[in-house]
């Protein structure tokens, strides 16, 4: 059985009469990079503040760390560190001043400093002081104060928001290191669907406070229908063979022809389909298999046309 490093079981929020979450269940599995996707008031921000400690659940229960949050408070965060929105920094004291401030509230050793300098690539600049930092940097350190304990659970919440392109680079360079080099399980929310579809093993998609999607990447892409894209000339004859083949709806879009029969779509079908136009004299200049983007994938499932913040 999968190690679970943070569970969320029916957990349900209301504020009044707005339900934000609605019976949710969440697996987050050790050693993953969940993506936590959702519309603009899907109730995100609600469970990441429910998973921290910050909002007690209405009902239901979250563990952490085969720990209940609610019995077992102090036990259960121990091995979380987090990092939301801006971190809040002191811009008088140095980085690494501003890391020993945390290191001697957590009374942990001071060797962690360093340590954790080095997993965020900030130990060249850790002396100078915080407000020479441009955003990027502060969001590093930020980082660097969230892994100072050594935690199990890593929550990020926007961790490339307002970044530059360069910074966004290296804080998912970092990101997706972090599993292997610290063991850290992490839980990020983005409104960037690319972002998750770079760095996320695994996503959960909400809507309306309700889980539509909660698993792998991979899975999640199988549920959508494969496409077979064709470019062949002439299209009429292709077409044809396409017909006789038993595909009876072959879609044009411009000078392609795209197959979307579920289940029929197939690497070995594809080749046979090859074959068949060859021999029927087509010209094939593209033929490949396609699956839905998390763009479309989230689109799909949601009935959503603008971003997943």
Wanted: one cysteine or more.
């Amino acid at each position: 059985m999968t190690d679970t490093v943070l569970s969320l079981h029916q957990v349900t929020q209301r504020y009044g009469k707005l339900t934000a979450l609605d019976a949710v269940d969440l697996a987050i599995p050790a050693g993953a990079i969940y993506g936590f996707l959702g519309p603009n008031g899907a109730g995100k921000t609600t469970a990441i503040r429910c998973a921290m400690g910050l909002l007690r659940p209405q009902a239901g229960r979250i563990e952490i760390g085969g720990h209940d949050l609610t019995r077992n408070r102090r036990q259960a965060l121990a091995s979380v560190g987090a990092v939301i929105e801006t971190p809040a920094l002191f811009p008088n004291l140095t980085g690494r001043e501003n890391l020993d401030v945390t290191r001697r509230m957590l009374g942990i050793a001071p060797a962690l400093i360093d340590r954790a300098l080095e997993l965020v690539d900030m130990r060249e600049a850790a002396d100078r002081r915080v407000g020479q930092y441009s955003l990027g940097m502060k969001q590093r350190m930020g980082l660097a104060r969230a892994l100072l304990a050594e935690p199990r659970l890593l929550i990020l919440d926007e961790p490339t928001n307002g970044l530059d392109p360069a910074g966004i680079r290296d804080m998912r360079s970092l990101i997706r290191a972090l599993p292997e080099r610290t063991g850290a399980t992490i839980f990020m929310s983005s409104h960037l669907l690319s972002e998750i579809e770079q760095l996320a093993t695994h996503v959960g998609l909400l809507q309306h406070g309700r889980v539509l999607f909660d698993g792998t990447l991979d899975a999640l892409s199988r549920q959508q229908t494969p496409r077979l894209i064709i470019t062949a000339d002439p299209v009429a004859q292709a077409e044809q063979v396409l017909r006789s083949a038993g595909f009876a709806d072959p879609i044009h879009e411009g000078e392609r022809l795209v197959l979307t029969d579920p289940g029929a779509i197939t690497p070995e079908r594809a080749a046979s389909l090859n074959a068949a136009l060859h021999e029927a004299g087509c010209r094939v200049s593209e033929l490949r298999l396609e699956r839905a983007d998390l763009e479309t994938t989230f689109m799909t499932l949601t009935g959503h046309t603008g971003d997943a913040a």
